[in-house]
């Protein structure tokens, strides 16, 4: 009963994952269409719908992971966590679409090429977190390793955005879209910290089980 | 009294025993508390071992009750106050989730009727005074035990585990071990504490493999009833997994298994219950709520079974 459980955990887990990173990619290309102004929004649906998919697995995953009353107590609590976290970065990532569902403007052409480098970031990060969580399963130290390139990249990331959001706020044309304009990069910038978060916590795990 | 009133008095007795002994019995707490199997299925393999063992193991009839630590001649009415005691207070204790030396109530039974026949010098209080400093270092052979084992385990094994597949798999592993260690220790001791029961009715002309077969079922219909109490309290003392549960129960087993090789009187219940603090200590983990209760009924359990067996004697000893 109990590696029958497992083997559906990881099946699960590595579902969840796909359409996770599938839904990020999806993302990522819509934002080249919108830096080329080619975007049609209606496409920002295939994102919010891997999140719905991603839900209704994180769901089946989460019920699974509680039903094996023999599962180590202290590593049911951790995937538990784990799970958590990761949704919360997809909710982030669905936020975008929605966000960029109703963003009326054009992105200003003189940050397009900054945008561009953090959302490219955005999407490589996510990659390396899907990784990182496969690695998480059977060996620590490569997942660590991940954990210091996520923790590297997302250094790179703030000093984009903060480069960004110099060139956004000296703009002194319609405020409205300076503020949409900072909120867009700060979402896409917030996805980034948040993947460093959960890399973080991570990486607290490796260091603390080997002291179980 | 008649014979046949006899026979089934001393039946009814045993039966009254083999379950006071199997309800006291925290065997499966270690299993329980790592979640190696669940209530039902540990109760089922309980009884199983129970059944088993009482019918395979527990044909030699055990000594005298008390022969050494009374000074008196021992009567009929003397054991069966003293077995009727220890069983009531294996009970209490049971009812509420205390593991406690079955020995230890046996003394404290005995203590009480020698005080009570024959005054202070009815007692052998010589060899009390040198069982009791074994009884003292039970549960600190237990805690230092546990503690240096898990520190071992922890070192050689847990410290190099990769990924928590890894651990998933050690945990699996430990809990094979432990499984079998547990059913060989519930396999013997099912036989040597049916003997205890069953001796007393060895001997009245019933068939030998019926007694012990009744006494194995009476044994487990203990762990059944009462037992899963003391196994779910001893089981929670402190949060467990396979490696920890083994870490505790399989030095103690083995210890105890040494120490009765050797005549040595070391107390099971107390050497696991201080087993679970010392590696409560090792993992640096909390001791949950409940074990001042344990220690609680451990230092009553002298002078409530003395207690029992002096309000016991004069009812037994007119009916007999």
């Known amino acids: 009963m109990k590696s029958k459980s497992e083997k559906s955990i990881d099946e699960i887990a590595k579902e969840y994952n796909s359409e996770f990173l599938k839904g990020a990619k999806r993302l990522n290309e819509l934002m080249k269409d919108f830096l080329e102004n080619k975007l049609d929004k209606s496409d920002l649906d295939d994102v919010i719908d891997a999140e719905r998919r991603c839900d209704r697995i994180k769901e089946k995953y989460i019920q699974v992971l509680f039903q094996d009353k023999r599962a180590l107590p202290f590593l049911v609590e951790d995937r538990y966590k784990i799970i958590t976290l990761v949704d919360e970065a997809l909710g982030k990532v669905e936020f975008i679409a929605r966000f960029l569902k109703i963003y009326p403007f054009d992105l200003y052409e003189d940050i397009s090429g900054d945008f561009k480098k953090m959302c490219d970031t955005c999407s490589v990060l996510i990659e390396i977190l899907i990784d990182s969580l496969e690695l998480m399963e059977i060996n620590f130290d490569k997942a660590y390793e991940k954990t210091v390139e996520i923790e590297n990249l997302r250094r790179e990331a703030r000093k984009v955005r903060y480069k960004l959001l110099g060139v956004i706020y000296k703009k002194t044309d319609d405020p409205i879209r300076v503020l949409l304009t900072s909120k867009l990069v700060n979402n896409v910038y917030n996805i980034i910290a948040w993947i460093e978060d959960i890399a973080d916590y991570l990486r607290g795990l490796i260091i603390k089980y080997p002291t179980r | 009294m008649a014979a046949i009133s006899i026979i089934i008095l001393f039946i009814i007795i045993s039966i009254f025993i083999s379950f006071a002994i199997g309800a006291n019995d925290e065997t499966f707490a270690t299993v329980h508390g790592s979640k190696t199997l669940m209530m039902r299925e540990l109760l089922i393999l309980a009884t199983i071992l129970a059944i088993a063992g009482a019918f395979f193991l527990g044909r030699a009839v055990s000594e005298t009750v008390g022969k050494d630590l009374l000074n008196i001649s021992i009567s009929n009415s003397i054991v069966l106050t003293i077995l009727i005691s220890t069983s009531i207070w294996l009970i209490l204790s049971s009812s509420l989730g205390a593991p406690i030396s079955t020995t230890h109530s046996t003394i404290g039974s005995i203590m009480g009727i020698g005080i009570l026949i024959g005054g202070f ?77 069953a001796g007393i009715v060895v001997g009245l002309g019933i068939n030998v493999d019926l007694i012990l077969i009744i006494s194995g079922l009476c044994f487990s219909a203990g762990i059944v009833v009462l037992g899963r109490r003391v196994i779910k309290s001893v089981g929670n003392i402190t949060e467990l997994v396979p490696t920890s549960a083994f870490a505790s129960e399989v030095p103690t087993a083995v210890i105890l298994f040494v120490g009765t090789f050797l005549g040595i009187p070391l107390s099971g219940s107390h050497m696991l219950v201080a087993s679970l603090i010392g590696l409560s200590k090792a993992r640096r983990a909390p001791v949950k709520k409940g074990l001042w209760k344990i220690v609680i009924v451990w230092i009553l359990t002298f002078p409530m079974a003395a207690l029992l067996a002096v309000l016991l004697f004069f009812p037994i000893d007119f009916f007999l």
């Open chain 2, 121 to 197: 010098g009815g007692v052998n209080w010589l060899l009390i005074i040198e069982m009791s400093f074994w009884w003292l270092l039970s549960p600190v052979i237990g805690y230092i035990a546990s503690y240096v084992v898990y520190k071992l385990i922890h070192k050689g094994i847990i410290s190099r585990l990769n990924g928590f597949k890894d651990f998933e798999r050690t945990e699996k592993i430990f809990s094979y071990i432990l499984l079998g260690v547990i059913c060989l220790t519930a396999f013997s001791r099912a036989g040597n504490d049916v003997s205890n029961a």
